[in-house]
């Protein structure tokens, strides 16, 4: 175990190419799949689900794309990153936009979603302006600082703050996206206090298995509600 630094990075070889962190790709590939799936099973005709079924697909595509990054970085470097650190930023978007669709007062609601298209681009903006600076030799983690801010303002208010109000005053079932979020919180020490298990199973691999599990867990209250949405539509159209 390893606190405070990290362990080299692993080097493999594979079909004459040379290759970093195979054990980052694993983690990388069942985020993929986990997501693409969810994607494929929400049912996207109310506008809730089909923003959340966006989420999955970006995030899916961030990882992909973040994968090959790392399994790549030798020969793309910082840019072979580029891209799923953006995605990452889209996707966090749509679970904003998500969240919001309940908001109980129309012009409030208007407002809230107008301020999340402009913190979205606002922080495309500076993660674009900060690739274009960064050097190859620089730390990867600085391309990562802005999109991990805007998750944390993004997810933390409204699958934390606005998942709990909504479970006390529309539906119990909301409470599995804070659940979802509790589970993620861990991260920030993990990353934060660099806190490495093994070299094989690094603190990336470890915010990595709470990420399943949290996906997982918002996937669950999604599928809880779903009754309730159909019944709220049923209501809306008599």
């Known amino acids: 175990m390893r606190i405070g630094e990290d362990y080299p990075k692993i080097e493999w070889e594979f079909a004459g190419l040379h290759l970093l962190e195979p054990n980052a790709a694993i983690g990388d590939a069942l985020i993929v799949l986990v997501s693409f799936y969810c994607y494929y099973r929400i049912h996207k005709k109310h506008p809730f689900y089909k ?60 407002r809230f979603k107008q301020v999340s298209r402009i913190k979205t681009g606002a922080f495309l903006a500076l993660e674009i302006m900060l690739l274009l600076t960064l050097k190859a030799d620089q730390d990867p983690a600085l391309g990562l600082l802005l999109p991990t801010v805007n998750s944390i303002l993004g997810m933390g208010l409204c699958l934390g703050g ?22 993620l919180l861990p991260n920030a020490a993990i990353q934060g206090l ?44 008599t």
Not at 162 to 183: E, K, P, S
Not at 199 to 223: A, E, P, T
């Open 194 to 237: 660099k806190l490495n298990l093994d070299r094989w199973f690094d603190r990336n691999d470890l915010s990595h298995v709470l990420l399943l599990f949290g996906l997982i867990i918002y996937y669950v209250g999604l599928k809880k509600l779903t009754k309730f949405l159909s019944d709220l539509q049923m209501r809306q159209l």
């Open 51 to 110: 923003n959340w079924s966006l989420f999955y697909l970006f995030l899916g595509s961030s990882f992909l794309t973040g994968g090959l990054g790392h399994l790549l970085f030798n020969y793309f470097g910082l840019f072979g990153k580029s891209f799923s650190w953006l995605l990452g930023v889209v996707a966090t978007f749509y679970v904003e936009q998500a969240m919001l669709v309940f908001w109980p007062k129309e012009h409030q609601r208007i």
């Open 162 to 183: 606005l998942a709990y109000y909504y479970q006390r005053n529309i539906h119990r079932d909301f409470r599995f996206f804070w659940y979802g979020t509790l589970i």
